[in-house]
C-alpha cells in the first residue's frame, strides 16, 4: 500500500535519483570528522598533552592545505556530468584519468616543497618551543599522504559525475576504520606518539584511495571508448580541466580566507568568544554536510542534464532538490530552535563558553534557511561548470560585502561578525541567482 502511495507522487523517479545520490554524501560527510576525533582520542590517553597539542596543530595545517585543493573534487564532477549525459563514454574515461593524475601531480609537488611549506605554516602557527619539533615530526610525516588525499579528491569528483555517490562513501568508510586500527598499531605497540597517528592516516588513505581504485575499474566499465596512456603527459589535453580548476582555486582560496579571518577576529575578542565560535562553527559543520547532500545531487544530475541538452529535466532537478533541501533546513531550524542549548552543552562543559555560545545561537538557527541557496545554486554552477561566474562572484561577496561588511560592524563585536558571515552567504546566494537567471535567458547552457 505505501508503495502504491509513493509511486503515486508525480515526478517519483526523480526524486529517487535526487535522494540516491544525496544520502550517501550525508553519510560520508558525517564520517569525516571522525579522523579527527580518533586521532585526537588516541594521543589524548598520552601521559603528556604535547602530543595532543602536535596532532592538533598537524591536523588544522593539513586540513587548509588539502581543502585549499577541493577544487579536484568539483571540477571532476561537472565535467564528467556532462560527459556521461552526452554519452561520451571515452571522455568519461578520459576525465578520471586526468583528474587523478593532475591530483598525484599537485601531491608530489607539495612533498618536493614540504620544507619551505611546514616552515611557513609553523611560523603562522606559533606553536610553543616544546610543542615545535613534535608538530613539526607530525607535519613531516603526514605531507605523504598528499598524493593519495589529492587523487581521492579527484575519483570523489569522478564518482559523483558518474552517479556513483556510494563509492565517496565507501572510500571514506575504509579510510575512517583502517585509521581507527593503525593510530592503536602505531601508538600503543610501536610507541610513536604523535608522529605514529602522522602515519597511521597517511596509511589509511592510500588504503582508502586503493579501495576507490578498484570500484572506479568497476564502474569503468558501463562506459566504452580507449584512451591512450600517451595522452596524459600532453598538457593539451588538461586545458579543459585546467580552465575549470583554476577558477575554482580562486574561489576556495577566498572561502578559506573569510572563514580563517572570521576565526582570527573571533580570538581578538577573548578566548570565549573564541571558543564559544568553535562550539558554533560546529552547527555550521551540520548544516554544510546536511545540505551538501542535494548539492552533490544537482552537480551530478544539472550536469547530465546539460550533456543532454534537456532544458526541462534540467529546471525539474534543480527545483525538486532545493525541494527536499528547503525541507531539510527547516528540519534544522527547528532542531537548533528547540534543542540548540542542549547541543552546546554536549560540545562544551565551560560555563563562560556555553553562556556566550547561547548567546550568538540565533544566528546559528537562522544559517539553514539563509544558506540552502547558495549551498544550491553551488551545486547548479559546479555542474554547468559556469564556474568563472562562481569566481566572480566570490570575489564580490568577500570584497565587496563581508569585509566592508565587517568593517563597519565591528562596534558590534561578535554579532557584527556573525551578521557579516551570514550577509555573505546570503550575498553569495543572490549574485549567483542573478548570474542564473542571466544565462538562462540568454541561453547560456542551453
Known amino acids: 500500500m505505501f508503495q502504491w502511495l509513493i509511486q503515486r507522487i508525480p515526478d517519483w523517479p526523480l526524486h529517487r535519483r535526487i535522494w540516491h545520490m544525496a544520502w550517501p554524501p550525508m553519510i560520508s560527510n558525517i564520517t569525516t570528522p571522525l579522523l ?57 574515461r578520459a576525465l578520471l584519468l586526468q583528474s587523478v593524475t593532475m591530483g ?27 610543542l615545535e619539533p613534535w608538530a613539526r615530526a607530525y607535519c ?18 569522478w564518482f559523483f559525475g558518474v552517479q556513483y555517490s556510494k563509492g565517496p562513501l565507501w572510500m571514506l568508510l575504509i579510510i575512517n576504520l583502517a585509521n581507527m586500527v593503525f593510530d ?50 600532453k598538457w593539451r589535453t588538461y586545458i579543459e580541466l585546467v580552465q575549470v580548476n583554476r577558477y575554482l ?59 543532454r541538452k534537456n532544458k526541462a529535466m534540467f529546471q525539474k532537478v534543480i527545483r525538486l ?18 534543542f540548540g542549548n542542549q547541543i552546546i ?17 540565533p544566528w546559528l538557527i537562522a544559517f539553514p534557511l539563509l544558506g540552502i541557496w547558495s549551498y544550491m545554486l553551488d551545486g547548479i554552477f559546479i ?8 569566481q566572480n562572484t566570490m570575489i564580490l561577496s568577500v570584497l565587496g560585502i563581508f569585509f566592508p561588511l565587517w568593517f563597519i560592524t565591528q562596534g558590534m563585536g561578535n554579532h557584527g561578525l556573525w551578521f557579516s558571515m551570514a550577509t555573505f552567504f546570503v550575498a553569495r546566494a543572490i549574485t549567483l541567482w542573478w548570474c542564473y537567471e542571466r544565462n538562462i535567458k540568454r541561453g547560456v547552457w542551453f
Open 383 to 390: 555542474g554547468t561548470t559556469s564556474v568563472k561566474q562562481m
Open 249 to 307: 582555486f580562486v574561489r576556495t582560496i577566498l572561502l578559506l580566507l573569510v572563514m580563517s579571518f572570521f576565526t582570527a577576529m573571533g580570538a581578538r575578542q577573548g578566548d570565549a568568544i573564541l571558543a564559544a565560535n568553535a562550539v558554533l562553527l560546529t552547527f555550521l559543520m551540520i548544516i554544510s554536510n546536511a545540505l551538501d547532500g542535494f548539492a552533490f545531487s544537482v552537480e551530478a544530475l544539472c550536469g547530465e542534464y546539460i550533456g
Open 184 to 233: 592503536y598499531v602505531a601508538v600503543y605497540q610501536l610507541n610513536m606518539a604523535s608522529v605514529g597517528v602522522a602515519w597511521a592516516t597517511v596509511a589509511a588513505h592510500y588504503l582508502g584511495v586503493c579501495v576507490a581504485f578498484w570500484l572506479a575499474a568497476a564502474q569503468l566499465r558501463k562506459f566504452d571508448g580507449h584512451v591512450p596512456l600517451l595522452s596524459l603527459v
Open 36 to 92: 579527527g576525533l580518533v586521532d585526537t582520542a588516541v594521543v589524548g590517553h598520552l601521559e603528556t598533552a604535547v602530543h595532543l597539542g602536535a596532532v592538533a596543530i598537524g591536523a588544522s595545517i593539513f586540513s587548509f592545505i588539502f581543502w585549499a585543493f577541493g577544487f579536484l573534487r568539483m571540477g571532476a564532477t561537472g565535467l564528467t556530468a556532462q560527459a556521461l549525459g552526452r554519452e561520451d563514454g571515452r571522455q568519461v
Open 321 to 338: 532538490s532545493t525541494l527536499w533541501a528547503l525541507i531539510c533546513a527547516v528540519i534544522l531550524t527547528l532542531v537548533f530552535t528547540a
Open 345 to 361: 552543552a554536549l560540545l562544551t562543559s565551560v560555563e563562560s563558553v556555553k553562556e556566550e555560545a547561547k548567546l550568538y545561537l
Open 104 to 130: 598525484v601531480g599537485i601531491g608530489m609537488l607539495l612533498i618536493l616543497f614540504k620544507t619551505p611549506l611546514i616552515d611557513l605554516a609553523i611560523y603562522l602557527m606559533e606553536p610553543s618551543a616544546e
Open 140 to 157: 613531516e610525516a603526514r605531507i605523504y599522504s598528499a598524493p593519495a588525499v589529492l587523487a581521492g579528491y579527484a575519483l570523489m569528483g
